[in-house]
């Protein structure tokens, strides 16, 4: 850069860090404004509307923390490779700068009070229930297992690992294996479902990794609802994630996001069933918990 | 000119000619702080290599997907029995009966602490509890499976019968009891026995983060006796405090435990904070930058984890996010002031790096990538995600791991010559430092992507064909590395035993009043004294043509020593 006509070398510094700043602005802006184009660090895009709430949270959140976190080792970098003892004179023994002092100290509230502002926002679309949900759908969770109760006395109870009602995207059996470990939660994909999640004996985890979504299954508490709104046709697998016993690392369980139409004859199909054999709860299964190794 | 102030004016008739029982007698009858501290320390070392070789028999369990080389059970038990251990009785016990004990009468110029036979009752209630913990391994059904958390109901004897759950919460309430005593112990040494000149504004940081750690034990560790003595209760006498059959919650049994547990975090972590606050500006040659901003963000710390514990319940859908996630979120800013102020603390300076300066450096890293990740697990919808995954694990390991393994061997090796008056060997703590943070990344890093990727924690096993045993098998080997960077330290220990080289009273040239004293400390501590103007009383003693850094007077101000406002209280006249 050369200097223009009457600009001191200062000046010209000074602009070539604007210039850089504009950059560095223009960048980040850039990588906001493209939300899906957001890097996923390891984690998962998240196949629910709620779930991709939060990937956008999760994955600005880890860009701010990698340039803090890269500012603060920079620093001590510098001042490890910098400073290191070159003579034994003593340092000059300064201890107080009260403006940098400030200053570190209110940068970070900033920081904070913006990360609690998008918190708080997407924190109410994660937790918004909604009042027209598509299905409803009642969780229990027990030792070691799961079922999945509908409208019309439709159930699906499975023990650990092993699926008694399998259910594909095809409409044949699950696929892959190594999703459809435990009973299917069968919902429909584009349209929200709401959940409502209990347990028999102690706390378990509901917790749908690609979902960005987890939440306890807690005995005696009957006010726990929350949507999950799958954006597509999937299989996800899913597992408890709150230590509940013996078999806790079994307790596994999957969601299949059906397409609508798909979704609707499966219920009916189920519901006549249900109504076919009176005095049972539509289908049910079980299986042995003694089953100590995953069947996939 | 007189810089000494004698104290046997005052003492005199205390130290002289200290005869009393020795060997086992002597271990057993003692109420010295520096035999008790020594005691405690032995025994949290001993738990933590207990502890540790738990975290190796569970790491060799997960390299791969279904071993059998623990049942389920087994497994339960050791994780239950690993955090038990790490957290109650080696990293809490470590820095406030440990290090705490033996260190902080010393930095305050006091001859002990200020209630001795209080003192040794603590040491014996925290290895009695300890002893009655360890005991549920022999029992039947093998030892307590349910978490170091004991989650109500699974804690509850319908779902975790057998004696091994009744010993684990005798053990929590009985040094729970030892915990509080030390508490009051260093609250009133603190307050009661400073020397002569020292006023609050010139103690050692330690001894402030040790003062503000004790007011939070008596603030939290009551409320998790309270809860024991209810967990009992529920257990043997029928009442349902957790149960919902009788009106009980198990959500109370949350509250209760998390008003203990997230102030236990910080009991846990601001000792270590002192330490690295004490061991950073010796070994760079400076005063400590920021000194009463680093009080006060240790004060609000403090402050502040009295009002987040329901940030470990967000998944509960029953606690109000907003409030909990803000003053969770808030804590980054005074822990913030901390990093700025070490690495202020560190610029210009002359740094020089030894055994507990390297960790101390080590410590930071760590804690600067597990404060990172926990300023994203305050935000709820985050935790929604990664809430008992190894994402949490791996934050968790890198915040405790951080101050209580850096930042508290840091402690170990930098008053080690005060302990023993012997030398370790710079060679074998160089070693142990830098095969223990190799380690440590390889071990806690790939755990971060295991848990977003969606293998949730306390599993026996998982799914083979998902692609996780890989980073397991990764994670693995870097846990049995730093297991064998304690060989180094064992080694260092024995060959300083074996082949003592003389310390000196002050080998760091450091700054603090323990100093001072001989090495190791004679019976009740001091013979004599050092004016005391500054935080830095040993350091000015030492430096006598060096000005003085007095407090509050602007900054970047240099004041002349002996003519501040408040040198007139340092000639020891009490």
Redesign the interface.
């Known amino acids: 850069m050369t200097p223009r006509a009457g600009e001191t070398t200062d000046k010209v510094a000074l602009r070539r860090r604007r210039r850089a700043l504009g950059v560095l602005g223009g960048t980040a802006l850039v990588v906001l404004l493209g939300g899906c184009n957001l890097p996923t660090f390891w984690g998962y895009r998240g196949s629910t509307k709620q779930g991709h709430d939060e990937f956008l949270l999760y994955s600005s959140t880890v860009i701010a923390a990698i340039v803090v976190g890269l500012i603060v080792a920079v620093l001590i970098a510098w001042a490890v490779l910098r400073y290191r003892r070159r003579s034994d004179d003593l340092p000059r023994q300064f201890q107080y700068h009260i403006p940098l002092e400030i200053t570190y100290t209110v940068v970070p509230v900033i920081i904070v009070l913006i990360l609690f502002g998008f918190t708080v926002a997407v924190e109410n679309q994660v937790d918004a229930v909604a009042s027209n949900p598509t299905v409803k759908v009642d969780v229990t969770a027990f030792q070691w297992g799961w079922t999945f109760s509908y409208p019309g006395h439709v159930s699906v109870t499975g023990v650990t690992t092993e699926d008694p009602d399998p259910v594909g995207l095809d409409g044949n059996a699950c696929a892959p294996a190594k999703d459809c470990l435990g009973p299917g939660l069968i919902i429909p994909a584009g349209e929200t479902t709401q959940i409502h999640l209990t347990s028999k004996d102690v706390i378990h985890g509901f917790y749908v990794p690609e979902f960005n979504f987890s939440r306890y299954a807690q005995p005696g508490f009957d006010d726990q609802y929350f949507d999950l709104s799958p954006q597509h046709a999937g299989v996800f697998r899913a597992q408890c994630t709150q230590l509940c016993g013996l078999y806790h690392s079994l307790m596994f369980f999957h969601v299949v996001a059906l397409p609508p139409a798909q979704f609707q004859s499966w219920l009916s199909s189920q519901q006549s069933l249900a109504a076919a054999t009176t005095g049972t709860t539509g289908t049910t299964a079980t299986s042995s918990t003694s089953s100590t190794k995953a069947a996939a | 000119m007189t810089l000494l102030a004698d104290r046997q004016a005052t003492h005199g008739h205390e130290h002289e000619h200290h005869e009393g029982p020795t060997g086992l007698l002597k271990w057993m009858t003692s109420t010295d702080h520096k035999l008790i501290g020594m005691n405690y320390m032995v025994t949290s070392l001993v738990m933590f290599f207990l502890a540790g070789i738990m975290a190796l028999l569970l790491r060799a369990q997960l390299a791969s997907?279904?071993s059998s080389f623990l049942?389920?059970?087994q497994?339960?038990a050791l994780f239950t029995m690993h955090g038990s251990l790490m957290l109650y009785l080696f990293a809490g016990p470590f820095a406030f009966g440990g290090l705490a004990n033996f260190i902080l009468p010393l930095q305050v110029g006091a001859p002990d602490m200020a209630f001795p036979r209080l003192n040794a009752l603590s040491y014996w209630l925290y290895l009695s509890g300890s002893v009655t913990m360890l005991l549920g391994f022999l029992v039947s059904g093998g030892a307590a499976?349910?978490?170091w958390v004991a989650?109500a109901?699974?804690s509850s004897v319908q779902?975790s019968p057998g004696s091994a759950p009744d010993l684990w919460i005798l053990g929590i309430a009985l040094t729970g009891f030892s915990a509080i005593f030390t508490g009051v112990n260093l609250v009133t040494t603190t307050f009661y026995l400073r020397a002569p000149g020292l006023t609050m504004f010139r103690l050692p940081i330690f001894t402030w983060n040790m003062l503000v750690t004790a007011i939070l034990i008596l603030i939290a560790f009551p409320i998790l006796t309270a809860a024991m003595v209810l967990l009992f209760a529920d257990r043997h006498f029928g009442t349902h405090f957790y149960?919902?059959?009788g009106g009980g919650?198990?959500?109370l049994y949350q509250n209760l435990f998390w008003f203990f547990g997230h102030p236990e975090v910080y009991i846990l972590a601001l000792p270590y904070f002192g330490i690295v606050s004490d061991v950073i500006p010796v070994f760079?040659?400076?005063?400590?930058?920021?000194?009463?901003?680093m009080v006060f963000a240790t004060m609000s710390i403090a402050a502040l984890s009295t009002g987040v514990w329901a940030h470990h319940m967000f998944?509960?859908?029953?606690v109000l996010?907003?409030f909990f996630?803000?003053l969770s979120?808030?804590i980054?800013?005074p822990t913030?002031?901390k990093?700025?102020n070490w690495?202020?603390t560190?610029?210009?300076?002359?740094?020089?790096?030894t055994t507990p300066m390297l960790f101390c450096?080590g410590f930071?890293?760590a804690f600067?990538?597990g404060g990172?990740?926990g300023?994203?697990l305050a935000?709820?919808?985050?935790d929604?995600?990664t809430?008992?995954?190894y994402f949490v694990v791996a934050h968790f390991h890198q915040v405790l791991f951080g101050t209580a393994v850096y930042a508290g061997f840091a402690g170990l090796y930098y008053w080690y010559p005060k302990f023993f008056g012997r030398m370790y060997r710079e060679s074998l703590g160089k070693w142990h430092f830098w095969l223990m943070t190799v380690g440590f990344w390889v071990t806690f890093l790939p755990q971060?992507?295991l848990g977003?990727?969606?293998m949730?924690?306390?599993?026996?096993?998982?799914?083979?064909?998902?692609g996780w045993q890989g980073l397991n098998i990764v994670s693995t080997i870097g846990a049995y590395l730093i297991g064998i960077s304690f060989v180094f330290l064992l080694v260092n220990l024995w060959v300083s035993w074996r082949k003592p080289v003389l310390a000196g009273d002050n080998p760091w040239d450091a700054h603090t009043l323990e100093w001072f004293a001989a090495s190791p400390p004679v019976h009740h501590n001091f013979e004599r004294l050092p004016p005391i103007r500054s935080e830095r009383p040993t350091w000015d003693f030492h430096?006598p043509d060096?000005?003085t850094?007095a407090?509050g007077n602007?900054?970047?101000?240099?004041v002349g020593a002996g003519v501040g406002p408040e040198s007139g209280n340092g000639d020891g006249s009490a």
């Open positions: 997907p279904h049942n389920f059970q497994y339960n499976a349910y978490g989650y109901p699974l779902f149960t919902t059959a919650s198990p959500i760079s040659r400076k005063p400590l930058f920021g000194y009463k901003g998944t509960t859908g029953e996010l907003p996630s803000l979120l808030l980054a800013v913030g002031i990093f700025f690495i202020g560190m610029w210009r300076g002359q740094l020089i790096f450096i930071l890293l600067l990538m990172l990740t300023v994203m935000s709820p919808p985050i929604f995600a809430h008992d995954t971060y992507v977003l990727w969606g949730p924690r306390r599993v026996a096993s998982y799914p083979s064909d998902l430096h060096a000005r850094v407090h602007g900054h970047r101000t240099l």
